[in-house]
């Protein structure tokens, strides 16, 4: 596994703020107080893993349901035109989330939009340019959200990753 | 702009993160015309309401070494999947668990996502999550992601359509 440099800030910032953020004016500042270092640094630090895209921003991660319409949608592509319906579907408003899977239905992604009928006329767009086989699958009941695991940096001694 | 205006402004503009400024809010201030406490108390009421449901960095986990994501998806007979579901999201061991509608020719209902450093390593965590919590019997199938064309945050909300406090 390769993890890329980061430093001891950096680690300490994505360790200790995927849950919350200082709720102040001057939360950088807060961040730094905390951690025994400074402002610009902080700021520098986290701009830097934006830049590299190890982090996406530093913000608030809105609820589905409440922020409004999403579902999630299942595609099956021929192999031989994943790759050029994926980026293109990219550029519809509203997609994210847009991986390829392990299965015949091979590409998933997350539509969303402000409201329901947003997000009706987004997908109905969507199927009329990439008409294959689909299965649109909205959340009905969420019993467990949380993407700010706390992230294992060093695999330990009986570290299945590091075996081969 | 009305104060309803400035908060969808403000929603749009939290998408894109917080600004890496001194005093973020009060860049927010400026591009709403609410004032930096108006944005900070906003933000902590959706926080209390559950339109936030947390603040913080949103990692990628991929370019972390998270490097094998699945999608584990059961079979789960329907008077069962709430319970099965709040089993499984009090076990701790996955990071997303959903019910979703079946469909013909897909009959699981029950999703969960689980990230690990490597394949070995999740399949191993599926197969303790399946003997611990006694979900052998039911069907399941783990689709592994492949390739990632995009991941980043939802597009809920819009400008507001009268445009923003400076004139944009």
Known sequence: MTVPALTDLQRAIIDGYQQHLPSSLTPYQDIASELGSNEADVIAAIDDLIQRGLIRRLGPVFDHHRAGASTLVAMAIPADKLEQEALSLNSFAGINHNYEREHQYNLWFVLTASHDQALQQRLEAICERHPWPVLVLPMEQAYHINLGFPLNWNGGADDVCAKR | ?168
Not at chain 2, 47 to 57: F, H, K, S, T, V
Not at chain 2, 76 to 81: G, K, L, N, R, S
């Open chain 2, 1 to 168: 702009m009305s104060v309803q205006n400035a908060e969808q402004q403000l929603k749009f503009l939290l998408q894109q993160g917080l600004p890496l400024d001194s005093r973020p809010y009060r860049v927010l201030a400026q591009q709403t015309g609410l004032s930096e406490e108006q944005v900070l108390q906003r933000i902590q009421q959706w926080q209390q309401e559950g339109l936030i449901r947390r603040m913080g960095a949103i990692v990628d986990h991929h370019q972390l070494g998270y490097n094998a994501n699945a999608m584990l998806v059961f079979d789960i007979p329907t008077e069962q999947v709430d319970m099965v579901g709040e089993t499984i999201a009090a076990s701790g061991r996955v990071s997303l668990c959903y019910r979703r509608p079946r469909r013909p020719g897909w009959h699981y209902n029950l999703f969960c996502m689980i990230h690990g450093r490597c394949r070995d390593q999740v399949l191993q965590q599926i197969a303790q999550l399946r003997q611990s919590l006694g979900l052998s019997v039911f069907p399941f199938q783990i689709l592994f992601s492949r390739q990632q064309f995009k991941q980043c945050g939802g597009d809920y909300f819009e400008p507001d359509a009268k445009g923003a406090a400076n004139g944009n």
